[in-house]
């Protein structure tokens, strides 16, 4: 079944635009390096932007917009486990295999963290390394340490 009004956007956010796109059904894709390519504005878009919005500026704590998750079993039970993680809050890689079932599976929870298509309404940036390290986030750790940052209230993580 083909999308129904696809949209493409590309929101400011403090740490870069950040591109967003996907249909009615919910958000396919989103990251800061956006392509080129044609903007396409929806009523589903305004929506999603409005949202994006509100979470750079410290106002919007959970997202109510869906989001179209496409990837094998394991990957979307892991990006489904990360939407789980309250605002604020953090885990480490081996907390989430764990949480799935077996705790000797956090490299595969790291390899889905890495195909997230869809990082921040699915917050991977709130997966650590079990030492605490800053690792793996497709925007870049800077931006990881912001996005803590923005949702720990504190100026500065580290």
Known sequence: MPPVNPFRIVVESPVGPFAVAGSDRGISSAGFDPENGPLVSTPFSARVQSELEAYFAGNLKQFSVPVDLRGT????????????????????????ANSLGDKNLARAVG??????PVPIFVPC????????NLVGFLGGIERKRFLLALESNQSSLF
């Open 73 to 96: 079993e394991f990957q979307r039970k892991v990006w489904h486990y990360l939407m789980e993680i309250p605002y604020g809050a953090t885990r480490h890689y081996g907390e989430a």
């Open 111 to 116: 390899a889905a963290c890495g195909q997230n």
């Open 125 to 132: 940036h709130r997966i650590f390394g079990k030492d605490g």
